[in-house]
C-alpha cells in the first residue's frame, strides 16, 4: 500500500503536464525524498525508471511518445550534470 505524502499532489500536478513522466530532480524538489522514490521504483512497484534519473510514475508499459520524452528528460539531466562538473568554456576575446 502506498502512502499518500503532502508532496503527491505536486508530484500528480507535474506529471500530467509530463506525460506521467518526472525526472528525480524534479520529484525531489517537489518534497518527494530519493529513498521514497527508490521504494516506488522497486519492481512490483507503482513506478519504475526507464533510463537513469527519469520515472515513470505509473505502472504497465511506456507508450512510444512516454519512451521518447524519457530520452529527452534523461539528456537534459545528463547535460546538467555534466554542465555542472566541467569548467565553463574559454571565451575568445576580440583583439
Same mark, same amino acid.
Request: hydrophobic fraction near 35%; glycine fraction near 6%; include cysteine.
Given at each position: 500500500?502506498?502512502?499518500?505524502?503532502?508532496?503527491?499532489? &505536486?508530484?500528480?500536478?507535474?506529471?500530467?503536464?509530463?506525460?506521467?513522466?518526472?525526472?528525480?530532480?524534479?520529484?525531489?524538489? &517537489?518534497?518527494?525524498?530519493?529513498?521514497t522514490t527508490a521504494r516506488r521504483c522497486r519492481p512490483g512497484g507503482p513506478?519504475?525508471?526507464?533510463? #537513469?534519473?527519469?520515472?515513470?510514475?505509473?505502472?504497465?508499459?511506456?507508450?512510444?511518445?512516454?519512451?521518447?520524452?524519457?530520452?529527452?528528460?534523461?539528456?537534459?539531466?545528463?547535460?546538467?550534470?555534466?554542465?555542472?562538473?566541467? #569548467?565553463?568554456?574559454?571565451?575568445?576575446?576580440?583583439?
Amino acid at each position: 500500500m502506498i502512502r499518500t505524502t503532502a508532496a503527491d499532489a &505536486a508530484i500528480e500536478r507535474l506529471s500530467a503536464t509530463q506525460m506521467r513522466l518526472a525526472t528525480a530532480r524534479q520529484l525531489r524538489a &517537489a518534497g518527494l525524498s530519493s529513498s521514497t522514490t527508490a521504494r516506488r521504483c522497486r519492481p512490483g512497484g507503482p513506478w519504475q525508471r526507464p533510463l #537513469p534519473g527519469v520515472v515513470l510514475i505509473q505502472t504497465g508499459e511506456p507508450t512510444a511518445r512516454q519512451r521518447l520524452l524519457a530520452a529527452v528528460l534523461y539528456g537534459d539531466t545528463r547535460a546538467e550534470r555534466e554542465a555542472q562538473e566541467s #569548467p565553463p568554456a574559454p571565451r575568445d576575446l576580440p583583439p
